[in-house]
């Protein structure tokens, strides 16, 4: 991976540090639930962790017991690895205690934000090897769906992997493509390439296809169902077939993208994609439920 010495090069990291870039915090979008008053202009929050009530707590807790039972068949072994060392099932976890290990085991952190944040601010966090947590906790009535990721969400289907090296090394390298598609006006490509593996992704392992994606393993009901039902496709990983396909954010998917493994993704991913932003433009988008 000829960047990947860059990557941890402190030189590297304050190019891409720019808070010039950084639009004043506010939540332009009315319809987002988060406060957006008290956040930095990289959008970090304080995660006041002492304002959680006992309810959030033990509705956190039930979501994580529930996820819990379906996990050891579901999930790929890197996640299921990592959340064993976590031990973070009885209550909302405090961000600063995960830190301490998350950061030794591969220099990521996580940041308390209010919740979506613009693409900018996206990017530039990842690429510094910072993933965006959001703070609230979704109501108890919103146990089986939410529109908006909340802090079950981020915590349960995404930290778990940022343990794990190439993963957390390829999450860097998408944060750092993502300001560089934000300059090429590539965004809603790279968008859909986020869609079907960071959040949709499974994985092809020994014991059968297995999920990596957040949206599946915080999912109560998805996460068997990408792995167990007939009617969505499974897909072998095809980079710019998923650059083009178009999804649907409220049902579940129509299409998914099998890996062999992290390595494989951090491969595929790694040539550079100006020339293929060139090509696809012009392509019309393809339909998820296409045969
Ligand atoms: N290689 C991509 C580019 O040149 C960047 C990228 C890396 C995108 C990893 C996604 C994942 O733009
Ligand atoms: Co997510």
Not at 62 to 91: F, T
Not at 126 to 144: G, M, Q, S, Y
Not at 213 to 224: C, K, P, R, V, Y
């Amino acid at each position: 991976m000829e960047n990947r010495s860059e990557a941890s090069s402190g030189k590297k990291r304050e190019i891409i540090e720019n808070p010039t870039q950084a639009p004043p915090p506010m939540n332009t979008d009315p319809t987002l639930r988060g406060d957006y008053t008290k956040a930095a202009p990289d959008y970090a929050v304080e995660q006041d962790w002492s304002a959680y009530t006992a309810e959030e707590h033990a509705l956190f807790r039930r979501l994580y017991e529930r996820q819990s039972k379906l996990v050891s068949r579901y999930a790929c072994p890197e996640w299921i690895e990592a959340i064993g060392r976590l031990d973070a099932g009885r209550e909302i976890p405090k961000f600063c205690e995960i830190n301490r290990s998350l950061s030794r085991a591969t220099g990521w952190t996580i940041v308390a934000v209010p919740g979506l944040i613009p693409d900018a601010p996206f990017f530039t966090h990842l690429a510094n090897r910072r993933f965006p947590v959001t703070v609230w906790l979704r109501k108890p009535e919103e146990v089986d769906y939410i529109a908006e990721p909340d802090v079950f969400h981020d915590f349960f289907g995404h930290v778990p992997l940022l343990y794990d090296r190439v993963y957390a090394d390829h999450l860097c390298e998408y944060g750092k493509g993502g300001l560089k598609a934000t300059r090429l006006d590539a965004i809603g490509m790279l968008a859909r390439l986020y869609w079907y593996t960071i959040e949709f992704g499974l994985m092809q392992t020994g014991a059968g296809v297995r999920a990596y994606g957040a949206g599946l393993l915080s999912s109560g009901g998805e996460l068997a169902y990408c792995v167990d039902d007939a009617r969505p496709r499974r897909r072998p990983f095809e980079l710019e077939r998923m650059l083009r396909t178009g999804y649907r954010i409220d049902r579940y998917q129509d299409c998914y993208f099998v890996i062999d493994s992290f390595a494989q993704l951090m491969r595929e991913t790694a040539p550079d994609f100006t020339p293929i932003y060139a090509r696809l433009r012009h392509l019309p988008a393809l339909d998820p439920s296409a045969p």
